[in-house]
Nanobody, 122 residues
């Protein structure tokens, strides 16, 4: 599966942004889908994922209550809704497809999308 993320940009602290991850080549219904981010000078960090059937989501503690993941299987697209953004959310965000949420959380993905930059100003 090939993944293409989009929707990044500049937003003020407290604002919201929605990222999209369009998939091609295979249906996302076959995968657990997740989002990761990498801030300048830092390692890649798991953000949130959902299981291959959708439903329950697994956010990192740093984004719990602010970020949600959703998917539209008909459009073969995954979304990341980011609310109450903070300057520390500034990073390049990547989407990923994996065999399980557990493996995604461990950083193992079947496919990675290119990143989209999110900048949160204070």
């Amino acid at each position: 599966v090939q993944l293409q993320a989009s929707g990044g940009g500049l937003v003020q602290a407290g604002g919201a942004l929605r990222l999209s991850c369009a998939a091609s080549g295979r249906s996302i219904s076959s995968y657990a889908m997740g989002w990761f981010r990498q801030a300048p000078g830092k390692e890649r960090e798991f953000v949130i994922a959902d299981a291959w059937g959708g439903g329950k989501t697994y956010p990192a503690d740093s984004v719990k209550g602010r970020f949600t993941i959703s998917r539209d299987n008909a459009k073969n697209t995954v979304y990341l809704q980011m609310n109450s953004l903070k300057p520390e959310d500034t990073a390049v965000y990547h989407c990923a497809a994996g065999n399980s949420v557990h493996r995604l959380r461990g950083g193992s993905a079947a496919s990675w999308g290119q990143g989209t930059l999110v900048t949160v100003s204070s």
